[in-house]
């Protein structure tokens, strides 16, 4: 019983993350796509000085963003992953996945310059 | 099916379901999303090739080249759908436009303002690279 309750309150958690990090992403689309478009084609120097000049803004939105997609495919995950075991070593993937992404993007930031 | 522990229900089973613009639109809100995440670890790896160094990243970009163009495209296309279907689902969590002339009318508005969306950030990060 005490888990069924903890899935629950899991559960309404879940749909007030997943509202909150889509409002908070919202505003920053167009800048996002708008840079990503013209930066990822630029030539060595200038992008670096813009991953420099921008690491607060790549750190946290890349925070709130990890945190949207680790909750969207949780759940297409939970919809379409019947078996618990799988879904278990599936979901467990998908969190140290996360979690070694961030400090990929870390030790990216220390090799550029700190 | 043996090993399911209990009797919730399972979300539809696509490929017995019907299609219609509901439906179309609720899936490619969730492939879009997957399609995004790649998307961003495509980004992570962009990254990762520039901490590298100066020849890490000309060979990355010397990878992707020829593809990335169609590739970038239809990230942002994902992003614009995923965008406005977002905005539709928070509506609805409002509890706006559950009437089933509303959902269609919304539904379509979505996929022709994805598309309008995608056209304007493509057209302005191109007429930004053509200026000096």
């Given at each position: 019983m005490k888990r069924r309750e903890g899935q629950r309150v899991w559960a309404v958690r879940y749909w007030m993350l997943q509202r909150l990090t889509a409002v908070v992403l919202l505003p920053l689309m167009g800048w996002m796509a708008?840079?990503?478009l013209t930066v990822v084609r630029l030539p060595y120097e200038a992008a670096l000085s813009w991953v420099i000049g921008h690491r607060l803004e790549i750190?946290?939105?890349?925070?709130?963003?990890?945190?949207?997609a680790y909750l969207g495919l949780q759940v297409i995950l939970e919809d379409y992953i019947h078996q618990e075991r799988i879904r278990w070593v599936f979901l467990t993937g998908l969190r140290l996945g996360g979690v070694a992404l961030g400090f990929f993007l870390l030790y990216c930031?220390?090799?550029?310059?700190g | 099916m043996g090993n399911r522990s209990s009797k919730r229900p399972l979300s539809p089973h696509l490929q017995i379901y019907k299609f219609q613009l509901t439906s179309v639109l609720s899936i490619l809100h969730r492939l879009t999303g997957l399609a995004l995440s790649l998307g961003f670890l495509f980004f992570m790896g962009w990254i990762g090739s520039l901490a590298q160094g100066k020849e890490a990243y000309e060979s990355f970009l010397q990878g992707v080249q020829g593809w990335v163009q169609i590739l970038l495209g239809g990230w942002?296309?994902?992003l614009s759908y995923h965008t406005c279907q977002g905005v539709r689902h928070l509506l609805w969590d409002m509890g706006w436009g559950y009437e089933l002339k509303r959902v269609h009318q919304t539904g379509w508005i979505i996929v022709i303002l994805s598309f309008c969306l995608t056209g304007l950030?493509?057209?302005?990060?191109?007429v930004k690279e053509a200026l000096p």
């Open positions: 708008w840079s990503f750190s946290l939105w890349s925070l709130v963003i990890f945190f949207h930031f220390f090799q550029l310059g | 942002v296309w994902a950030v493509v057209w302005f990060s191109f």
